[in-house]
């Protein structure tokens, strides 16, 4: 199992370049890969990845609103 951090800023300006996107990671496994919530600056590249399915764990914007246009695959969430 691999685990990438692709973001890990909450709902606030990036204090350094390294903080620049929103929640999100992907777990991969084998050939699965699921993402882990979509923060709101992910809205409109959620398209581009190839996710078997995405996890948002709740619904504040830091977490979902990437997910405002729809996702490109399954999308569990509470």
């Given at each position: 199992?691999?685990?990438?951090?692709?973001?890990?800023?909450?709902?606030?300006?990036?204090g350094t370049q390294?903080?620049?996107?929103?929640?999100?990671?992907?777990?991969?496994?084998?050939?699965?890969?699921?993402?882990?919530?979509?923060?709101?600056?992910?809205?409109?590249?959620?398209?581009?990845?190839?996710a078997d399915a995405?996890?948002?764990?709740?619904?504040h914007p830091d977490?979902?609103?990437?997910?405002?246009?729809?996702?490109?695959?399954?999308?569990?969430?509470?």
């Open positions: 199992m691999k685990l990438t951090f692709l973001g890990t800023r909450a709902n606030i300006d990036a390294r903080h620049g996107k929103q929640s999100s990671m992907k777990v991969s496994y084998y050939d699965t890969e699921v993402i882990i919530d979509c923060g709101e600056d992910w809205l409109g590249r959620v398209s581009g990845w190839k995405i996890v948002v764990t709740h619904a977490h979902a609103f990437g997910l405002k246009e729809g996702a490109p695959c399954p999308v569990f969430a509470t």
